[in-house]
């Protein structure tokens, strides 16, 4: 595809339900970031990959928090046990090789979770 | 750890000059810069890689002092499209990617 897509573009689930959100990067992008954006706030660093290795989960606020990409291409962002305080916009981003270093990040549409 | 930008908000007519600062308490390698409409993702404007560097993207640039662990970014001639929330952002160590506190920019005719 031309840009970064995510789905759904909206979510609405209840509280302690489980739920998968997507990314599929622009081909060719190794590197790949997760986001959280509240409202009125910047987006929050989750999760970077470089390949299908999670180089980096320290920003994921819990192990109710997973993500995968396990060939490399798309992703899914995975919670367990959801509770209203994850409500946000999740973005994804994907970049050039060595990440956002170097390279800008194109970022998709987002996914708008809301937990009631 | 997030960068903090100053000021929070800011009002311009048209054709009017606006600077945005960005400050880190930790060393920059790299300042990066974004503008993100309301209910829109973030698009990127620039990237600094070295202390000193300046940019320039239409009538938006930026600058980087290493040094000071700052970043500004210029809007000269403001126009409409320019409205938005502004962020820098910063890559530490392992690639975590922090944006900053944001700025949000309103032009009006």
């Known amino acids: 595809g031309a840009g970064v897509s995510q789905t759904p573009s909206n979510k609405v689930t209840e509280k302690g339900k489980y739920v998968e959100l997507r990314c599929d990067p622009i081909s060719g992008h190794t590197a790949l970031y997760w986001y959280r954006q509240s409202l009125g706030q910047g987006p929050e660093f989750l999760i970077y990959?470089?390949?299908?290795?999670?180089?980096?989960d320290s920003g994921l606020p819990n192990d109710r928090f997973f993500a995968v990409r396990p060939e490399g291409s798309v992703s899914t962002l995975k919670i367990q046990r959801t509770e209203r305080g994850d409500s946000a916009v999740y973005l994804c981003?994907?970049?050039?090789?060595?990440?956002?270093?170097?390279?800008?990040?194109?970022f998709g549409p987002g996914t708008r979770l809301t937990v009631l | 750890q997030q960068p903090v930008q100053s000021p929070q908000a800011v009002i311009l007519r048209e054709g009017e000059d606006a600077v945005i600062n960005c400050s880190s308490s930790k060393a920059l390698y790299s300042v990066h810069w974004y503008r993100q409409k309301h209910g829109e993702a973030p698009v990127f404007l620039m990237i600094?890689?070295?202390?000193?560097e300046q940019k320039g993207h239409e009538k938006i640039s930026a600058s980087f002092n290493e040094k000071k662990q700052q970043s500004s970014l210029y809007l000269t001639a403001s126009q409409l499209s320019y409205s938005g929330t502004y962020f820098c952002?910063?890559?530490?160590?392992?690639?975590?990617?922090?944006f900053g506190t944001g700025t949000s920019l309103t032009v009006i005719p």
């Open positions: 952002g910063t890559v530490l160590p392992g690639n975590q990617f922090y």
């Open positions: 990959f470089q390949g299908t290795g999670a180089a980096d």
């Open positions: 600094l890689l070295k202390g000193g």
């Open positions: 981003a994907s970049s050039l090789t060595s990440g956002a270093s170097y390279n800008e990040q194109f």
